[in-house]
């Protein structure tokens, strides 16, 4: 859940018409600058594995060659 507010006189104000239960947990987490990106970073994606390499990769080899062989 994500909920918006400002500081003031260093005390969290939520907009209006939103509140949380007394004693809840809460983490702050200031935007970045531009905020329309969304706030998130490509390191916020946990790392897959997409499988063992097959062969080591030379100078000539032709990958998309090997794609559309298969």
Known sequence: ????GRIQGGV???EEGTSL???IEVR???PEQGEGRGGHSLF???AV?????LKA?????DLLEEMLDR
């Open 44 to 46: 916020d994606i946990e």
């Open 21 to 23: 239960p007394e004693g």
């Open 12 to 14: 969290v104000m939520l």
């Open 57 to 61: 990769l030379g100078p000539d080899d």
């Open 28 to 30: 702050i987490e200031p």
């Open 1 to 4: 859940m994500t909920l918006k």
């Open 49 to 53: 594995s997409v499988g063992a390499v």
